[in-house]
């Protein structure tokens, strides 16, 4: 499970043959729209699900929030708050940070909740990165995908949303495989520059991973994963005139000087 979740927050995790499908998935507006029957959970229900399941992470994690994690949680919300003004359900969202340095990425729980671990932060230097891996997160579930996948569960294995006794945290940490990560990474440019972040973070988010993994195996090749991601980033900033938007904010972590 660990793996799953590494991949995606890190923002890593895309294969190649996804990169076709998900530029597909995304031009289409010029499809007929897909008919979904109705989801198992209301709004409110799935709310209420996330936060249940966001305690039982804190509880099964051992997270005691301390001054200075509640500071970085508070900034981490702040971004969220931002991005959250031009998605399209009107959910709480909400940071629940781990500082857990070893863990470098973050996953998506039911209704807005989001949780982000402190090892990622290790790999930006701008706010912008922040926002990017925040809006990546936000939609798996603004895309519906965190829905689909209670979904399944109430379908497959008979799953009532509303006794969370009858879930568990992991079971939203898992990638969503290739197509749906990089839709992620997608959606989430929009957002994060509607909000006026630069759509670079993701490709600088993806070039540090890169970066330090040549410190420690300096023959090996970036992961093509990696790359692949950097080049379709780089398709979507042309795509969408967004060139000059390379303005970038200093990251500002409270307590680390900034
Ligand atoms: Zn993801």
Redesign the pocket.
């Known amino acids: 499970m660990q793996r799953s979740l590494v ?3 890190s ?1 890593i ?1 895309i294969a190649i043959a996804a990169l076709a499908l998900g530029t597909q998935a995304d031009a289409g507006t010029r499809r007929p729209p897909v008919v979904r029957p109705p989801l198992s959970a209301t709004d409110s229900q799935e709310i209420a699900l996330g936060a249940a399941l966001a305690k039982q992470f804190d509880s099964t994690r051992g997270i005691q929030p301390t001054p200075e994690s509640d500071r970085i949680q508070a900034y981490l919300q702040g971004i969220a708050d931002s991005l959250g003004r031009y998605t399209k359900r009107k959910l709480p969202w909400t940071i629940h940070f781990d500082p857990h340095p070893g863990i470098k ?4 729980l039911p209704g807005g909740h989001i949780v982000i671990w402190g090892g990622i932060l290790s790999y930006m230097g701008t706010e912008d990165q922040a926002a990017a891996v925040i809006a ?2 936000i ?2 579930i603004d895309n519906g995908q965190v829905s689909r996948r209670i979904d399944s569960l109430v379908t497959n294995e008979h799953r009532d949303v509303t006794n969370a006794s009858q879930w568990r945290w992991g079971e939203f940490g898992a ?2 495989g290739p197509v ?2 990089y839709r ?2 997608s959606l989430g440019a929009e957002i994060a520059v509607k909000a006026g972040y630069s759509p670079y973070a993701y490709k600088t988010m993806m070039e540090a991973f890169i970066a330090l993994g040549k410190v420690y195996a300096p023959n090996a090749p970036p992961a093509k994963e990696l790359t692949d991601r950097i080049d379709q980033i780089q398709r979507e900033i042309a795509e969408e005139h967004w060139d000059s938007r390379i303005k970038t904010r200093r990251l500002r972590l409270p307590g680390s000087g900034g």
Not at 105 to 108: L, M
Request: hydrophobic letters at 25%.
């Open positions: 991949l995606c927050g923002l995790g990425s973050g996953f998506a990546h997160e939609e798996h990638s969503y749906l990560e992620c990474d």
